[in-house]
């Protein structure tokens, strides 16, 4: 099982005007959220751990997640859902959010705990659950947690510089969270951000290679295409093309859930140093071409397991 923890929210996206006043229009989502529901479509077991509210928006995350075959492992609380407020402009959405005393920071570390069953392979965490406050520090501890218990750790930080308060303690932790982690993945923004001495990316790859031990890292570059180090070597692989852009909402989601579904499906998440990468691999066209079917839909909308499988049928 992939056990994912981190936010669930509700995004409102404007879609129009009406008398002066924007219309918006609601639309689940939350980076580890988008990625539970990415995974859980790609034929791989999926355990959801955040709380999830009870409101009428907390119904919807909940059941969006079972209906993309992720089973609810978190209790359903009483305090509100948190909000997003996403702005879409040439297909590349930006943020501003609404977290205080709502449902997904309402974590403990002994519920947490509860769900490290010998059923779990990898623990997914990111985003804003690690920016700061009392629940950024218990996701912290349910890591090194989870690593005690030899389970495998994937994060992806999805940095959101205008909700961190304390951005050296935040850098700092996920500085710390890089030095734990088996697998990792970063936009190039988040490079550059986490490393922000650094004069240019290459400066910023460079200390990132010094202090992680991910046996898996993954740089992703938009329509650049990404970059995966493994085995102290570059391997890199261009963006799929796109029949239509809709927005990029949830592709770097979707990207990283594919990469945990194939490793899982194809039984190389234990043997992660073994793996040979190319240009040809699968794991990086299946990723690939995921995160591009995600892009041709409004929204976070993931491909089906049966997408993929006809795609890599096909032209591989």
């Excluded at 391997?235 to 979707?254: F, R």
């Excluded at 990723?287 to 491909?303: I, S, V």
Aim: proline share 4%; glycine share 6%.
């Amino acid at each position: 099982m992939i056990l994912v923890g981190g936010e669930n929210l509700m995004d409102m996206i404007q879609i129009d005007n009406q008398n002066e006043n924007a219309l918006l229009e609601a639309v689940p989502g939350g980076s580890p959220y988008n990625l539970a529901r990415a995974a859980g479509r790609q034929g791989v077991k999926v355990g959801y751990v955040t709380p999830i509210s009870k409101d009428k928006n907390g119904e919807q995350l909940a059941q969006n997640l079972v209906n993309s075959n992720v089973s609810l492992l978190g209790p359903r609380v009483t305090a509100p859902t948190s909000l997003a407020m996403v702005h879409i402009e040439d297909g590349i959405p930006s943020y501003s959010f609404y977290r205080e005393g709502t449902a997904e920071r309402l974590v403990t570390l002994d519920s947490l705990s509860k769900n490290l069953t010998s059923e779990v392979s990898i623990f997914h965490i990111g985003s804003l659950a690690l920016t700061g406050g009392k629940d950024a520090l218990i996701w912290e501890e349910f890591v090194k947690r989870t690593k005690e218990n030899n389970v495998k750790v994937s994060l992806d930080p999805n940095v959101r510089p205008s909700l961190i308060a304390e951005p050296d303690v935040y850098r700092q932790r996920i500085k710390n969270l890089i030095t734990e982690v088996d697998i990792l993945k970063l936009s190039d923004e988040d490079l550059l951000w986490l490393f922000n001495d650094s004069a240019d990316e290459t400066n910023a790859l460079a200390e990132l290679e010094l202090i992680t031990n991910a046996e898996l890292l993954i740089v992703t570059r938009g329509a650049q295409g990404s970059a995966v180090f493994h085995g102290k070597k570059w391997h890199k692989l261009p963006s799929h093309p796109l029949e239509k852009l809709s927005d990029t909402v949830g592709a770097g989601d979707t990207f990283m859930a594919s990469i945990l579904a194939w490793l899982i499906k194809n039984e190389k998440l234990n043997q992660l140093a073994l793996l040979e990468l190319n240009e040809k691999t699968d794991l990086l066209h299946y990723a690939g071409k995921a995160a591009a079917l995600n892009c041709e839909k409004q929204g976070c909308n993931p491909p089906w397991e049966n997408e993929l499988l006809k795609y890599m049928k096909k032209h591989l």
